[in-house]
């Protein structure tokens, strides 16, 4: 759903006869002459998200390790979309729209120290120890 509305805010906004971006203001970072830093925080965003997508694709593919690497792409594409939505939006500084900011960023900070502080012990640790011993055992050392 994500990309979905993602693709459809980006084509509305490419095609709005307001801004008059084109395609290079939604493919290029900094390449809109229109509000180029917040744009451009956008399209990286977004272009953050496309290799989320494609490894997941791929993921068969490319391995665990690449994938879970790309995957913390997150961590960093959801705060510049955010930065993107506050300083390009026409709403940005109506209340409504400060208290969707404020609560969504309430709910991923929340989410965050939670995944860093109580987040169970890591369920292979035991399984890569044991391996590691097996290694090791097998070579002779």
């Known amino acids: 759903m994500t990309l979905v509305?993602?693709?459809?805010?980006?084509?509305?906004?490419?095609?709005?006869?307001?801004?008059?971006?084109?395609?290079?203001?939604?493919?290029?970072?900094?390449?809109?002459?229109?509000?180029?830093?917040?744009?451009?925080?956008?399209?990286?965003?977004?272009?953050?998200?496309?290799?989320?997508?494609?490894?997941?694709?791929?993921?068969?593919?490319?391995?665990?390790?690449?994938?879970?690497?790309?995957?913390?792409?997150?961590?960093v594409s959801w705060p510049i979309a955010v930065i993107h939505g506050i300083g390009t939006g026409t709403d940005n500084t109506a209340i409504w729209m400060l208290a969707i900011d404020v609560v969504c960023v309430a709910a991923v900070v929340s989410a965050l120290v939670w995944r860093l502080v109580a987040a169970p012990p890591d369920p292979l640790a035991d399984e890569r120890r044991v391996a590691a011993e097996r290694a090791s055992f097998g070579t002779g050392r």
């Open 5 to 75: 509305f993602l693709v459809l805010h980006i084509v509305t906004a490419v095609v709005d006869p307001f801004t008059h971006l084109g395609l290079v203001a939604a493919l290029i970072p900094f390449g809109s002459y229109y509000r180029t830093v917040w744009l451009g925080l956008g399209t990286i965003a977004f272009e953050l998200l496309l290799a989320i997508i494609a490894t997941s694709l791929l993921r068969q593919h490319i391995g665990a390790r690449v994938w879970r690497g790309i995957h913390w792409l997150a961590y």
